[in-house]
T-cell receptor, first 113, second 111 residues
Framework: SAVISQKPSRDICQRGTSLTIQCQVD?????MFWYRQQPGQSLTLIATANQGSEATYESGFVIDKFPISRPNLTFSTLTVSNMSPEDSSIYLCSTRGGRTEAFFGQGTRLTVV | GQQVMQIPQYQHVQEGEDFTTYCNSSTTLSNIQWYKQRPGGHPVFLIQLVKSGEVKKQKRLTFQFGEAKKNSSLHITATQTTDVGTYFC???????????FGKGTKLSVIP
């Protein structure tokens, strides 16, 4: 199993600013995943982050908007850049134990005003 | 990954009634997972099914994977208020670690 500490848990940000979300895992993991969950909606994968390589982004998400860092096997950050109200959402980091269950951080509830 | 259709979107039940959510795919799935997300919480893994026709039980929860591996269901017997939340199915392609989630079924239980 893996325990993921994600912070901040929530934030209210001004449009045009950037917010960096951090996730710390209690064990070394190969892959980390970043999801966006809009209110009342499902989880949409933003990108997959492997240590030592650039993140792989899903269709509709770009590195300039959502830069990701993965400096080691226990840590990752996602930055939401140049925010607009449309970026208001819950952002979740995740990892998987092989091809079994996924573990999630507690989520970051972002409101852009 | 390939999309999965999850129905119903919402379900309101009286406490003690049963509840079922369905996940359907147009193509064969390698596996299916189920997660529960409590209001204000994050998704929590419930089960993974990989075999055709597989049935697994966890107390009042019964999970099924269809014979053709194109559909799955989660059934809760005698719902309780603690069952409130959104239930998501998810799957990953063969050889892939990325999960694709269904849209979820939001369960409300009226005491």
């Amino acid at each position: 199993s893996a325990v993921i500490s994600q912070k901040p848990s929530r934030d209210i940000c001004q449009r045009g600013t950037s917010l960096t979300i951090q996730c710390q895992v209690d064990s070394q993991v190969t892959m980390m995943f970043w999801y966006r969950q809009q209110p009342g909606q499902s989880l949409t994968l933003i990108a997959t982050a492997n240590q030592g390589s650039e993140a792989t982004y899903e269709s509709g998400f770009v590195i300039d908007k959502f830069p990701i860092s993965r400096p080691n096997l226990t840590f990752s950050t996602l930055t939401v850049s140049n925010m607009s109200p449309e970026d208001s959402s819950i952002y979740l980091c995740s990892t998987r134990g092989g091809r079994t269950e996924a573990f999630f951080g507690q989520g970051t509830r972002l409101t852009v005003v | 990954g390939q999309q999965v259709m999850q129905i119903p979107q919402y379900q309101h039940v009286q406490e003690g009634e049963d509840f079922t959510t369905y996940c359907n795919s147009s193509t064969t799935l390698s596996n299916i997972q189920w997660y529960k997300q409590r209001p204000g919480g994050h998704p929590v893994f419930l089960i993974q099914l990989v075999k055709s026709g597989e049935v697994k039980k966890q107390k009042r929860l019964t999970f099924q994977f269809g014979e053709a591996k194109k559909n799955s269901s989660l059934h809760i017997t005698a719902t309780q208020t603690t069952d409130v939340g959104t239930y998501f199915c998810a799957h990953s392609g063969a050889g892939s670690y990325q999960l694709t989630f269904g849209k979820g079924t939001k369960l409300s239980v009226i005491p």
